[in-house]
């Protein structure tokens, strides 16, 4: 791999999106975080509040009445909000998620029909691609959509669908060609009135509990034929694409839980006091301090420079990607654990939202690609790169 120093930089027009979703996550999210995950509710409050402002799916584009924010000031709106709260981060993340497809292949028709509404924060996409034999072995899928005159008729079920029941449309993967192994997959737009399509009961989750996981059910749902995205058995293809640019996403998630952690333990150990001084003052939880920033800051280098390679869709982006998805949930998981430490007894406590973040954190290392695929996904392009 060729050393590449066109990096990224951050612009005065960046740095005021930062500070705007700071100031709206500080007043309208962080004050129902706890509230959501007690409760296991959809974050309305914040739902709201982002809707008012563009920021619950910012990189729609101008032309269909979005803010048109380019791939690293989405990862900034994404970082902010899970900084306050990892739930309602979910909201910008898997409308960018769902409606990827579109954009990567959609026809002009498809994205006019189906990105105004979501710029409007009229409808929410989510996106069906796992199934309960076919996590990581994405192949494998089987839910068949099956040619019927004029649409399509789909079968089957998906599983762990983020924010399902709240959104509105779905991007699904299934089957067209059960003989063409991964070319027969096609993707499609469903959506939540369709006759013979459900959802299913709530997950219970360890955390992100504010975002609705459920399975989708297809008994026998018809779609008309338009509403196929791309070419018919090109839906793998797409789905991979897909994730190449918003695993980044998720990557930026875990930067902002990771950095609301941070600043939750900095602030905590400047106040309590341990044989009397300030716990700050010991050198343990200095060294812990200087570790856990130092960590935060590399991942979120590695998110950014992933975002500016989306963004100009280079032929590294499924090695940036993978990378700092892979490298900044691994940091989210250690810093937050390391948060817990540092406010003792109480971190264990849900007096204090450390332990939120921890369980938080855990599920950055396992959806859009678990962390042992990401690996798998670097060393390929490695190899790849070197033959």
């Known amino acids: 791999m060729s050393a590449d120093f066109d990096l990224y930089q951050l612009s005065e027009e960046h740095e005021a999106i930062r500070d705007a979703v700071r100031d709206v996550c ?3 999210v962080a004050p129902h975080a706890a509230d959501v995950d007690e409760s296991a509710r959809f974050p309305r409050e914040a739902y709201d509040a982002l809707r008012a ?3 619950h799916a910012p990189h729609i584009p101008e032309k269909y009445g979005g803010a048109g924010a380019d791939a690293l000031a989405t990862c900034i709106v ?8 990892a739930s309602s981060s979910l909201i910008p993340a898997v409308n960018k998620l769902g409606t990827m497809p579109l954009l990567l292949a959609g026809s002009d028709e498809l994205q006019e029909r189906y990105l105004r509404p979501v710029a409007r ?4 996409f989510s996106y069906g691609l796992s199934e309960r034999e076919a996590g990581s072995d994405t192949a ?5 959509a099956v040619r019927d005159g004029d649409g399509w008729v789909l079968s089957g079920q998906k599983s762990w669908i983020t924010n399902a029941g709240v959104s509105t449309h779905y991007t699904v993967m299934a089957v ?10 096609s993707a499609f737009v469903v959506e939540e009135g369709d006759e013979g399509f459900s959802v299913g009961a709530l997950e219970r989750k360890l955390g992100i509990k504010g975002s609705p996981t459920r399975e989708l059910l297809f008994d026998n749902c018809r779609i008309p034929a338009d509403r196929l995205v791309g070419d018919e058995g090109h839906g793998l293809r797409i789905a991979l694409r897909t994730l190449d640019h918003t695993r980044i996403t998720i990557g930026a998630q875990a930067v902002g839980i990771a950095d609301g952690a941070l600043a939750a333990a900095t602030a905590y150990v400047q106040e309590r006091q341990q044989f009397g001084r300030p716990v700050s003052d010991f050198q343990g939880v200095q060294f812990m301090l200087a570790d856990m920033a130092m960590k935060v800051e590399a991942a979120r280098h590695m998110v950014y420079r992933a975002a500016a390679a989306s963004e100009r869709d280079e032929s590294r982006l499924s090695f940036l990607g993978a990378a700092a998805k892979c490298f900044a949930s691994d940091v989210a998981m250690e810093v937050t654990t390391n948060a817990v430490q540092l406010f003792g ?24 690609g678990t962390n042992q ?8 392009q490695l190899l790849k790169s070197y033959a």
Request: proline fraction near 3%.
């Open 26 to 28: 500080t007043k309208e």
């Open 140 to 144: 494998s899928m089987k839910t068949r």
């Open 373 to 380: 695929i990401q690996r798998l996904v670097m060393a390929r």
């Open 78 to 85: 994404v970082e902010e909000i899970a900084r306050a709260c």
């Open 53 to 55: 402002t563009d920021f």
């Open 176 to 185: 067209t060609d059960p003989d063409a192994g991964t070319g027969g997959v």
């Open 345 to 368: 007894g109480y971190g264990y406590t849900r007096d204090y939202p450390v332990e939120r973040m921890m369980r938080d954190a855990k599920i950055t290392q396992i959806y859009e």
């Open 121 to 124: 924060g009229d409808a929410m």
